[in-house]
T-cell receptor, first 112, second 113 residues
């Protein structure tokens, strides 16, 4: 498809489980961003890649969160030992370098 | 401390009338501003943007106004249509968009037929 693709769309995890969320950006977009959106809030920045380089990870809330983009295309956000406060929609966006971001539909994570 | 603030959580407007959504920011280094629209269960979609060298940008029914001295921007939708009902997010960045966007909490617009 032409847009940003995220999987899974919905994930239910038991507290303590590890989860992995995948993002396929728009072809040719060098920049890739991860955001976390809690209920009733705006998207909050987590981390940012330019090609395979992770340029900013200042938004990752703890060392349980890890993101990678090894070949400069697909990215994975991994959350280890999930907690209830990790429940949110995780949004991936890619950018061509003109300022606006193109978002995927998000992965909704529910931690029980 | 929120750098981008949307102080109205919701707004109701009659179809055909003007919708005005407001946004304030605190970081004087922001120089690029965007509005995104979000429907339920979908990701935000880009609507319109404005650079700090301008004070107005128009695209069809959508106009964004920027008042740098007041650190305030607004999105005008005229005429409003029922399909405009969505959550609208204001976002800002430094260095002409080459840094991560900072988002407000959003305003839910309901356009009543």
């Amino acid at each position: 498809g032409a847009g940003v693709s995220q999987s899974p769309r919905y994930k239910v995890a038991k507290r303590g489980q590890d989860v992995a969320l995948r993002c396929d950006p728009i072809s040719g977009h060098v920049s890739l961003f991860w955001y976390q959106q809690a209920l009733g809030q705006g998207p909050e920045f987590l981390t940012y890649f330019q090609n395979e380089a992770q340029l900013d990870k200042s938004g990752l809330p703890s060392d349980r969160f890890f993101a990678e983009r090894p070949e400069g295309s697909v990215s994975t956000l991994k959350i280890q030992r999930t907690q209830q406060e990790d429940s949110a929609v995780y949004l991936c966006a890619s950018a061509p370098g003109t300022g606006e971001l193109f978002f995927g539909e998000g992965s909704r994570l529910t931690v029980l | 401390d929120q750098q981008v603030k949307q102080n109205s959580p919701s707004l109701s407007v009659q179809e055909g009338r003007i919708s005005i959504l407001n946004c304030d920011y605190t970081n004087s280094m922001f120089d690029y501003f965007l509005w995104y629209k979000k429907y339920p269960a979908e990701g935000p979609t880009f609507l319109i943007s404005i650079s700090s060298i301008k004070d107005k940008n128009e695209d069809g029914r959508f106009t964004v106004f920027l008042n740098k001295s007041a650190k305030h921007l607004s999105l005008h939708i005229v005429p409003s249509q029922p399909g405009d009902s969505a959550v609208y997010f204001c976002a800002a960045s430094e260095f002409s968009g080459n840094t991560p966007l900072v988002f407000g909490k959003g305003t839910r617009l309901s356009v009543i037929a």
